[in-house]
């Protein structure tokens, strides 16, 4: 059974078809990659999968369940687990902090209860904490674990994201664009944590527009073109796929620049 299967997916706001009939199926263990232009549609398909908003037509099933419509923090406790294009941390927190933000998704009263901890919860707070240390050990963060999020190179605040996101426990994490604006040496070691966090059993969806890295690390591509799904396939077979290169390329260039 397929970790998560993209049954004929629609989505319209008003005139515009946005994801239009897209069908697909991730494998456990998988990193996952979705590309194309800009305005393809990738994200749409992102918040149709995590809950922002359902989809007009088709369903999500995820782990066996279909959980279109259901909400973001339901899905979440289900184990699916996104990030967004934007940075979007507590930057007056700590790095330590927003990784517990994270996990307080999944337990029990959201964010407000991790920042106005009833007494009764503090030991709990204190294996969080503990967990959240070895989340930061685990993507390389740890020598930043007392510094306020905005203090971070930005490169740092993408890596604090994917481990606010492992703080959920994913089985599945979603993330969109996590090296735009990352220089090279950033995006080499966001591949090698992406690796590492697949590598300890949790599948990846990947939207990204740096080709260099998705041929790199994902296993398997789909290719979204005005909302529609135009090629499906290891990067090899997308690489050389004539849709791919016409529509998303113009045909003009090679994908490892
Ligand atoms: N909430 C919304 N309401 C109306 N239109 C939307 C909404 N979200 C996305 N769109 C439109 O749907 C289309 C697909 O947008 P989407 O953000 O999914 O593209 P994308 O592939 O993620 O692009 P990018 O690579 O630039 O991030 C665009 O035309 C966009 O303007
Ligand atoms: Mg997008």
Known sequence: ?????????TKRFGGLV???DVTFEVEKGQIFAVIGPNGA?????????????PPSEGEV????AAISGRPVARIAQAGLVRTYQLVQLFKALTVAENVMVGFHRVTTGGV????????????????????ATEILDFVGLSHRANVTADLLPYGEQRLLEVARALAASPKLLL????????????????ARVVRKVNENGVTIMLIEHDMGLVMQIAHRIAVLDYGRKIAEGTPEEIRAH??????????TEGYDD
């Not at 059974?1 to 997916?9: D, E, V």
């Not at 099933?61 to 066996?64: A, E, K, S, T, Y």
Request: negative net charge.
């Open 1 to 9: 059974m397929a970790m998560l299967a993209i049954q004929g997916i």
């Open 18 to 20: 946005a994801n239009d």
């Open 41 to 53: 549609g990738k994200t749409t398909l992102f918040n149709m999968i995590a809950g922002t908003f």
């Open 61 to 64: 099933v995820f782990d066996g």
């Open 112 to 131: 407000f209860s991790a920042l106005f901890r009833p007494p009764a919860i503090r030991r709990q707070e204190r294996e969080i904490a503990a967990r």
């Open 175 to 190: 993330l969109d664009e996590p090296a735009a604006g990352l220089n090279t040496e950033e995006t080499a070691e966001l």
């Open 242 to 251: 004539p849709d791919v290169i016409a529509a998303y390329l113009g045909g």
